[in-house]
């Protein structure tokens, strides 16, 4: 990013004089899998406040359908699951985090299910499922596809009655405050009561991904890189932002909303054919269906170029009614609404932005460059995935990523024997009040933009005029202080389109998600490591 178009420090002008504030020993950004995982561990060692910016149980777990990943098995294994994860990340991952994470993930279910997640089971033993990647079935799910749903009402269930958390809802985090490259909390705002400073002794940013900078993605609305943002802001280090994992299959109708389809219909037996009807993946790739997920989101965007058409389309008409209603209650819910029904008809599909794998570079605890600042789950780039993401891996990640982070914290404050001590703090940060501009215009155009020039394929050409668009708008866009998440939202996704994009020129290469068309093939001697981006000092 140019230093010309760095962002300002803080988003918005305050004085800790006439701001209301807030006190806890541990501060946690989100709730979802990996906040509430970090929530309940720090919880055993202080007081921690958990904040979301919506509602608690509104995030990218709750639409977690597959699974989670886990060797619980009697016949899989953890170097199993470690080698497929690895072969996934295409020599990007971080070998020993690998390990920790898939290693702890089978203690961190056991406790999940300890708490009251309620697993699909058949004669009382779990059932496993095989996705993409995936060389042994280990994937668990719940509820057929309603996974992450059970998982966050078990950690919400988890949370409720613990005298050492407490949640604020509907309270939007602006931005870290620091003070010599240490993280003392944050500001906040409250639609009802205000901007507020939560001074924390340690802070961990749990906040999700940045799906919604693209006009096509399976996030929810919440998802607009807000911790990404802050965090660049505030001087930490990111990673990996190239990396962006498009899903292959969500629902393709035109006006409604990207629909995941889960990878599992796959892993069931799913067939994908193109337009023609003709039955593609093996043409692409020795696992057909189940190869990875880059792969398959790419075969299913050159069948649509090879076809002229706006999608492909997912068969599961071969596998037995009953099984497959009972398997996929969701998808069969809403395909109906649409007048689709799953055992009889086709299902069109086409890949959707879903997970970035990229974020906030962090250490084996979950420790960001920046002191006293944690982060964990997705937004965090953790080494796990590389440069590809394996199916049904995150949520094990932010499952064993949260609970590190929480037990590093709270064990660190034990271990410090420094008092909370606010301090005046008076930003005035010179931007105009004033603005005049349709900022919901300037959030589809940069989601078209993003999805145009930045999506599943790229080049040189087109990644230039991305980051000359983003420039443009951000020159009048970032240089205004505004009053509500609108405006903070769209600041935080010009500031993470721009890291995308410019993360994605350097790499002149394709690896896993990325792909150059210009570049098209993958190079170990230049290109077999990270690409970090930090906010230039002013």
Not at 158 to 165: D, E, L, P, S, Y
Not at 408 to 428: F, N, T
Not at 476 to 504: C, H, R
Not at 522 to 538: E, P, Y
């Amino acid at each position: 990013m140019k230093k010309s178009t760095e962002p300002k420090r803080y988003l918005i002008s305050f004085d800790s004089h006439t701001t209301s504030h807030v006190f806890t020993d541990i501060l946690i950004i989100g709730s979802g899998v990996a906040g509430l995982s970090a929530a309940i561990e720090a919880s055993k060692h202080c007081s921690v406040l958990v904040v979301t910016k919506d509602k608690i149980d509104e995030n990218n777990t709750v639409y977690a359908q597959g699974g989670i990943a886990v060797v619980l098995s009697e016949n899989d294994a953890i170097a199993k699951h470690i080698k497929d994860t690895l072969d996934a990340g295409q020599g990007l991952c971080d070998t020993p985090v690998v390990k920790t994470i898939i290693s702890e993930g089978p203690e961190r279910v056991k406790e999940l299910i300890e708490w009251g997640a309620v697993f699909d089971r058949e004669d009382d033993h779990l059932v496993f499922t095989q996705e993409g990647g995936h060389h042994f079935p280990r994937i668990i799910r719940a509820k057929g596809d309603s996974t992450g749903k059970e998982i966050e009402q078990a950690l919400i269930r988890t949370i409720k009655g613990n005298k050492n958390i407490k949640v604020f809802e509907h309270t939007f985090t602006i931005d870290i405050v620091t003070r010599d490259g240490i993280c003392h909390g944050v500001i906040a705002w409250h639609a009802k009561k205000g901007y507020m400073v939560i001074w924390a002794r340690r802070t961990i940013l749990a906040t999700g991904g940045c799906g919604q900078v693209y006009r096509e993605t399976t996030n929810p609305d919440v998802a607009t890189g807000d911790g990404l943002a802050m965090a660049y802001r505030a001087g930490a280090a990111l990673q990996d932002m190239e990396f962006v994992q498009f899903h292959p299959t969500t629902l393709y109708i035109a006006g409604a909303v990207r629909f995941l389809i889960t990878e599992t219909v796959r892993g069931e037996g799913g067939i994908l054919r193109n337009k023609k009807g003709e039955r593609f993946m093996p043409w692409y790739h020795s696992q057909a269906e189940l190869a990875p997920r880059d792969v398959v989101s790419q075969s299913i965007l050159k069948e649509m170029q090879k076809t002229d058409h706006t999608n492909v389309y997912i068969d599961v008409r071969h596998i037995p009614k009953e099984r497959l209603y009972a398997r996929f209650p969701r998808i069969r819910e809403i395909c109906a609404s649409f007048g689709i029904d799953i055992a009889r008809d086709l299902i069109p599909v086409r890949p959707s932005a879903h997970y970035m794998i990229g974020g906030i570079k962090v250490d084996r605890l979950s420790r960001t460059t920046v002191g006293q600042l944690y982060a964990c789950g997705e937004v965090a780039c953790s080494g796990m995935h590389g440069a590809n993401r394996l199916g049904s891996n995150s949520l094990l990640e932010g499952l064993v990523t949260g609970y590190r982070a929480g037990k590093d914290a709270g064990a660190s404050i034990q271990k410090s024997v420094r008092k909370l001590v606010p301090y005046a703090i008076r930003e005035s940060m010179d931007l105009s009040k004033i603005s005049w501009l349709d900022l919901d215009d300037i959030r589809n155009s940069l989601k078209s933009l993003m999805w145009r020039d930045a999506g599943i394929e790229r080049d040189e050409r087109h990644l230039l005029e991305a980051g000359e668009m983003i420039e443009m708008w951000g020159s009048y866009v970032m240089d205004k202080e505004f009053s509500n998440p609108t405006g903070w939202e769209l600041q935080n996704m010009i500031l993470v389109s721009g890291l995308i994009v410019s993360s994605a020129l350097k790499r002149k290469e394709s690896r896993g998600v990325h792909h150059r068309s210009d570049y098209p093939e993958t190079d170990n001697i230049r290109w077999k490591r990270h690409i970090t981006v930090k906010k230039a000092k002013s």
